[in-house]
């Protein structure tokens, strides 16, 4: 069974959160990019950079244990 991940970003008195399975980086990679085309959310392509960048390092974390 995999385990659920989370990233979140706080901005501009908005809490973006999200929770994924574990091996799924791909699939939430795409969500940020999705969101950050949006025009009806304050959600930039900055801000997908950064969760990215989240999600690359926690998975860096795990395949050096």
């Given at each position: ?15 973006f959160?999200?929770?994924?399975p ?5 699939s ?38």
């Amino acid at each position: 069974m995999s385990s659920l991940r989370q990233v979140s970003l706080v901005k501009d008195g908005h809490q973006f959160v999200f929770r994924y399975p574990e091996g799924d980086e791909e699939s939430l990679i795409q969500v940020l990019m999705e969101m950050a085309g949006r025009t009806d959310v304050p959600f930039d392509w900055f801000d997908a950079a950064v969760l990215s960048r989240q999600v690359n390092d926690a998975l860096l974390r795990r395949l050096d244990e």
